[in-house]
T-cell receptor
């Protein structure tokens, strides 16, 4: 299919481990967003890219969170020294241009033990 | 800052019942308003949207009207089906902002009984 894909779909990490979550946006989509969804809550904005430029990272909860999109396509969200409170579903969304409809991926469910 | 408040759930209805899910918002600027739906085992999908006051968004029998005077965007459907069972999220984005990041409500689970 031509939708947004994310990998892995599920990730279990021990507290203190580093994790990397991948997002493949729809081909040609300029804008890419990361959201964090805690259990029973709505998604919350983490960061935004326009092509390879990270233009807004105001939602990243701490300096342990880092995102990149080096070639303006695939994006990786990295969490260092994971904590239990990082357990959540991490959603990626892409849109053709800045104010167009956002298409969401299936998410990566991260569980930190 | 921006925020979205949804009515508490879950909601359980019988097939063909009338559905209303309340949503109110707080925003600076001139937001666009959205309803997203998440069916079991699937990702978030846009259900409908409205970009300015008094606009009505509609899709799959669902409707919502952008009410600036009451800062609301309630979702309605005249006759629900079992296949409408899902989690529904109200959201907004500030189209005058630096980017179109979405602010979501908590979501509400709808279960429709045959």
């Amino acid at each position: 299919g031509a939708g947004v894909s994310q990998s892995p779909r599920y990730k279990v990490a021990k507290r203190g481990q580093d994790v990397a979550l991948r997002c493949d946006p729809i081909s040609g989509h300029v804008s890419l967003f990361w959201y964090q969804q805690a259990l029973g809550q709505g998604p919350e904005f983490l960061t935004y890219f326009q092509n390879e430029a990270q233009l807004d990272k105001s939602g990243l909860p701490s300096d342990r969170f880092f995102a990149e999109r080096p070639e303006g396509s695939v994006s990786t969200l990295k969490i260092q020294r994971t904590q239990q409170e990082d357990s959540a579903v991490y959603l990626c969304a892409s849109s053709l241009e800045l104010y167009d409809e956002q298409f969401f991926g299936p998410g990566t469910r991260l569980t930190v033990l | 800052g921006n925020s979205v408040t949804q009515m508490e759930g879950p909601v359980t209805l019988s097939e063909e019942a009338f559905l209303t899910i309340n949503c109110t918002y707080t925003a600076t600027g001139y937001p666009s308003l959205f309803w997203y739906v998440q069916y079991p085992g699937e990702g978030l999908q846009l259900l409908l949207k409205a970009t300015k006051a008094d606009d009505k968004g509609s899709n799959k029998g669902f409707e919502a009207t952008y009410r600036k005077e009451t800062t609301s965007f309630h979702l309605e459907k005249g006759s629900v089906q079992v296949s409408d069972s899902a989690v529904y999220f109200c959201a907004l984005s500030d189209q005058a902002g630096a980017n179109s990041k979405l602010t979501f409500g908590k979501g509400i689970t709808l279960s429709v009984r045959p």
